[in-house]
């Protein structure tokens, strides 16, 4: 009989959370044949070599074995026949152990680990922030913008008080500066800019991740600050049907409804639907104007998902139609003598988007794949004596394709793309009209020499119509000294064409003059009198710790970001309180964000969050020199804690999170030309909002819930100025720092189907 | 109003600060010497059951962790030596599954999804 020589060969996948607490060590144990066939071993013993504890494995291969501290970290494994050997086991591995005749490689391994709601990915080389619909639950309302309210990371806001439309901040900067993608394909974007956070309703969203800093090349140039992409639900879905309804104090209504259907085990589909209305108005503060427009949404979507694993060929196809209507401004029981200040906003909109791609069946590695894209949006918005209409349409293509030099440790992903926007506006009664036509290409190498470090250099080159050619490089750096440490650095470049008027909406809510660029100078062909594009130098660093104590994980997450900007158009309301002139930065325009971020599981069950930011934001301001930058908090903090009842029970559970959330001094503009009873302070205080919610779970189809926002009832005062008489060269409602509507009850229900 | 907000500020950043390096040193110098581990079967077949049977051991006193596996039926236990196994297994009993040291709650397993009627026939899932 031949003597047969054993080897044990183990890949680690990434053991996630470190330091000896995990608790069980599981496998599988097979035996390589000659013609390279693998089978699974029964009756292997596998033991402590500490301990003698033992297990044996059963007809799959498959073992599984209790981890505790006296037991030690070796493993060993005996066959008769074999030669026994041992494994040093890191905990939470998950082991593929060979045996064979001859030295060769071994294949892969999946490591479980309990799922945080949020969490930051330590295998990608940006710092993505992963929130999961379980985390969204929490925030029970109503559509993306207000998916962030456990989320250190953005902040949102209103932008005026009349409109209703909703800003995000994100690294000290506006929203503008951060690329919105739904499925990798850029979203919110151009005249969209306003409302489009709230075009995405909250309950079709499967999960959002939040990447700082410059992003990658292959998403276009446009992303300054990060990214957050938006995963809708799919029709891979595990649920079959998802229904939602929410109502709330203001009598804000929602309906929202997701259905899929497998059609073959290639093709399948899925529906989306929501509808949501606030039909009445209220004016709590008593200024005659109403805290938040009435109006109505309606959105459909459907999706088709194809998968075809033996020709490697897979396929979305996703079409998105939508009806937005907005009323606002003075109720109409006034008895004044003039007109009412009133706003009407309709929206309408039509999004088609498409991916097509192809895995060569030999070569996991290689890929080639497009992405397709057609929006038509158009808006018509009468905001006071404010006309302003507007129409885009949009063409978008990325064709892809991913393959390595020699091995897989040099990866690259190559490309071209191609954009087209038709830009039509007319505010009071001025035409601009422009397009943009920019094709480009894009090269991004990745370099993993092994599971500590990567960097990923990407560089795009596009040439737009009106700009010329347009160079981004991008640079990320991650190195993971343990597997619970990861550091990270980014570094750069963004541009973006700047939208003055869809951009700074809000402010129409007011009397000011606005003077966009220099009017009358043509000089060069730029839209908007000669506005210039803004562009944008990015670059963080971070530190990242996993940890357990106790056998309960937590982490600890801090970096800064530093934002500077080489061109920039920026909105200038501190001239006068009558004016806004929008022009093209002249000297430093910069952010500076620092974020301690901390979450451990406190008790059995009870999660808890902290996070502290500290904002920096400063532009050179005509004239003026370098001021903070308006409406940016100098910082925030926020605590979350949330509890989940046991699981153990069919009868069902409880859930239940509260949130406070400080927000600290902003700077107003400058209102002191103003007669004094139509003045403003020149920062606003710092606020706290608390939240909270209970859902009651009564199985896995049906579950309740119930939550207050804003607790203490904190509103900003005044909102608006001079709200006595709205056509008076004061009136403005768009200096907007804090709640307007104060403490607000909501109800919902979800049904599931799996 | 301005001081106000400011004094919680600072201390919450040093609080944050101090938390945070105590933990990451309490975390590598935490070897849980008094705690226990313990494991025996526990009959059940499908993801549901695992959640149920996990959440069902954290309830009783003591216990820290709890992992079961489905192949195996296996479930381990780590816990302060308060944790005492069979009161895990009456509480998993009360979820209504089945252990080496106890039988199921038989209300309790009436109660339980049909995919988890392990001991009707339902195969493992």
Redesign the interface.
Known sequence: MKTRSVLIAILLGVAWIG???S??V?GVVMEERKNGSLIPMEFVTVYWQKSSTN?TT?S?G??????????GDVLIFQFLGYTPDTVKVEPGQYLSVVFKEQASQLDEVVVGYRKRTTEISFLDPLQVQNISKDELFKAACCNLSESFETNATVDVSFTDAVTGAKQIQMLGLSGKYTLISQEQIPGVRGIANPFGMVYTPGAWIESIQISKGAGSVVQGYESMTGQINVEVKKPADEDKLLLNGYFNESTRAELNLFSRAKLSPMLSTAFLGHYSARPTEHDRNNDSFMDMPTGSLLTLANKWDYHNNKSGVEGQLNVQWLQDRKEGGQTDHQEHHHPLYRTKIDADRIDAYAKLGYVFADKRYNSLGSQWGFTRHTQQATIGNNEYDAAQTSLYGNWLYQSIFGDTRHKYVTGLSFRYEDYDETFRGTKYDFEEIVPGAFFEYTYVPDDRFTLVAGIRSDHHNLYGWLINPRLHLRYAPSESTVFRASAGSGMRTPLPFAENLGWMASSREWTVGKPGQTQNNYPYNGLEMEKAWNMGVSVT?E??????S?L?A?DFFHTRFTDRAIPDLDISPQQLVVYNLDGNAYANTFQ?E?Q?EVL??LDLK?A?KLQDAQIAYQDKGLRRQIFTPE?R?FVNLSYIS??????GHWRINATAH?T??QRIPDTYTNPEDFQLKSQS??YWLFNSQLTRVFS?QFEVYIGVENIANYKQAPVIIDAEDPFSPYFDSGLIWGPIFGREWYVGFRYMLK | MKSIYKIPHTIILTLLMLFGTALSLSAQSDQSKGNQTISFKVYGVCDDCKERIESAAMDSKGVKKAEWDKQSNVLVLVGSPKMDKMKVAKSVSKAGYHSEYMEADEKAFAKLPGCCQYEDGVEKH
């Open positions: 330091y000896g607490q608790i069980s599981k297990t059963d799959t498959y073992f599984f074995i209790a981890h505790g501290p006296e037991d710790q940890f357990t104590l106790d056998y309960r937590g600890l801090v301690i901390a451990y059995k069950r902290v502290y910082s903090f046991s699981l153990a029970l069919y009868k400080y600290g001094q205080p710092g896995k």
